[in-house]
């Protein structure tokens, strides 16, 4: 029977909870547990396939084609297990899926309320969740519940992960609340009165940790805990430190030295085998003595916003890991180089434009890619940047001046990027388009298996096939793909049954390592085995960064 450790937070939101939910996991899988996670979010939206990347961050995609929270990205980088979408859901969610059992006569003419309806809703979502875990039967299912107690939203999740308790019966679930212990510059200590009321809220809707993991700039002193212990109600050995590091994979150890996993395995009863994080030690080292350095620019419109591209920036970093490199990202504003030029190129060992949405950037974009393929920088495109690709070379080798996407320009006479729907058998124009309809579920997504042409680059990296996610609605317009291959461009992997280009690249005559991808290989990363485009890509990188030193830098413009 699957047993349920509900994470919660408190004081202020962007503690890192996914993190400690995740590295708590893994600590648990680390003793020969089946752990499973689920993210359950208090927003309205049915899910933040629609949110702005300002509002929510990363979107990230599950293998069975949902779009969910970045926190399930933390989840597969830290255990085996995979995310589906039944591991997150939303408020909107919960309502949807009641008010249609109310349309349907499920309650038999009562009044449909928060309490019971909407919390046995939330609850049966969670047990759905853990029944739904790729790892078997989960022998624990960790639930991080979103917002912060004390916020509206969040209540009923709570009140449901309360009921849940008391009806699984003891030593079945319990609660881990992840608070704030701010510094006072001014006054000089450590403030523990926020914990305090935090956990006081939590309380008065009938929940007690069993745990707290207190966040602090620096290790909290035993005095302060000792403090924090006896205004909680809290053992003072379950009153965790977690402070601030430089890198979230040290935080498994971090807890684990503080006895966390024993103090859960303890409150439910489970006697697994000793924790071993050696792996974790290993990928620790690896990133703190790293022999080689590069400097990788990646392009784009929301690097203020670097949770925009938390996955793959993690992905870089487990590249960085197995190739014994410090990878060093410089996130450049695609807009400037719209207004400046390409010129602050020119240091990089490689160049990588990510995915987006919209026309905003896409000039500067181009830009960067037309400098990293005259220049012979190695290249990677993902999403957009694989489309933006397509449309450069097209634009500036193939000698079509106004090739477009038909997201940014739907009258534009050469439609290398189209929605499918929009070309034509005959001379591949686009069809009018109809009005925009529901943005929601309109976008490919999931993971698709797709064959690899031979002897092309794409096979050295992934061999015969590539599997990978996807997460968008326009795609590569097969009409003008052979003048395109005809100038050097190749399509070197496919859709197996809509035909569909899913990764492109430069033939090795016109570029040393220039490769664009339809789909998103930064959600199958992870830490302990790296990901093999990205480790070609750094390894491309470190190629480039050692050809530049033994010769001179070209001369010329850059544009």
Known sequence: MTQYVFVTGGVVSSLGKGIAAASLA?????????????????????????????????????????????????????????????????????????????????????????????????????????????????DVAIVEIGGTVGDIESLPFLEAARQMSSRLGRRQACFVHLTLVPYLEAAGELKTKPTQHSVQKLREIGILPHALLCRAQSPIPADERAKISLFTNVPQEAVISVWNVDNIYKIPQMLHNQGLDEIICNELGLMPAPANLSVWAKLVEALERPQHRVVIGMVGKYVELTESYKSLIEALKHAAIHTSTEVSIEYIDSELIERDGPYSLAHLDAILVPGGFGPRGTAGKIA???YAREAKVPYLGICLGMQLAVIEFARHVAGLSQANSTEFEPATPYPVVALITEWQESDGRVEKRSANSDLGGTMRLGAQRCPIRPATRAEAIYGTHVNERHRHRYEVNNHFVPMLETQGMLISARTPTENLPEMMELRSDLHPWFVGVQFHPEFTSTPRDGHPLFKAFVTAALNYQCSRSETAAPTGSLA
């Open 26 to 138: 893994a600590i648990l899988e680390s003793r020969g547990l089946k752990v499973t996670l689920l993210k359950l979010d208090p927003y309205i939206n049915v899910d933040p396939g629609t949110m702005s990347p300002f509002q929510h961050g990363e979107v990230f995609v599950t293998e069975d084609g949902a779009e969910t929270d970045l926190d399930l990205g933390h989840y597969e980088r830290f255990i085996s297990t995979k995310m589906r979408k039944a591991n997150n859901f939303t408020t909107g969610q919960i309502y949807e899926s009641v008010i249609r059992k109310e349309r349907r006569g499920e309650y038999l003419g009562k009044t449909v309320q928060v309490i019971p309806h909407i919390t046995n809703e939330i609850q049966a979502f969670i047990e759905r969740g853990a029944r739904a875990a790729t790892c078997g039967e989960p």
């Open 368 to 370: 960067a890619i037309q």
